[in-house]
Nanobody, 126 residues
Framework: VQLQASGGGLVQAGGSLRLSCAAS????????MGWFRQAPGKERELVAA????????YYTDSVKGRFTISRDNAKSTVYLQMNNLKPEDTAVYYC????????????????????WGQGTLVTVSS
């Protein structure tokens, strides 16, 4: 499956952005999806994940209450709505897909993801 992330940009602290990740090539509804981010000098970390059906979600503690992950299987797209952005959210954001057979399973380990998008840069100014 090919993944194309978009929606990054420069925003002031407190602002919002919505990232999109469009998938092609395979049956999107067979994949659990995740959004990761990597800041300069830091390891890539999971921000949010969603099951293939959309019924299950996961958020890392630092974004709970501010970020929302969702998906539209008819459009083969996963979204990350980011509100109340903080300078520490500055990073390259990547979407990733993991083949699953359990429609409510959320994948939280980086090594379990099979496909990765190219990344989109989010910069939050203070």
């Amino acid at each position: 499956v090919q993944l194309q992330a978009s929606g990054g940009g420069l925003v002031q602290a407190g602002g919002s952005l919505r990232l999109s990740c469009a998938a092609s090539g395979r049956t999107f509804s067979s994949y659990a999806m995740g959004w990761f981010r990597q800041a300069p000098g830091k390891e890539r970390e999971l921000v949010a994940a969603i099951s293939s059906s959309g019924a299950g979600t996961y958020y890392t503690d630092s974004v709970k209450g501010r970020f929302t992950i969702s998906r539209d299987n008819a459009k083969s797209t996963v979204y990350l709505q980011m509100n109340n952005l903080k300078p520490e959210d500055t990073a390259v954001y990547y979407c990733a897909a993991a083949r699953v057979w359990n429609t409510i399973m959320v994948i939280t380990t980086l090594g379990s993801y099979d496909y990765w998008g190219q990344g989109t840069l989010v910069t939050v100014s203070s």
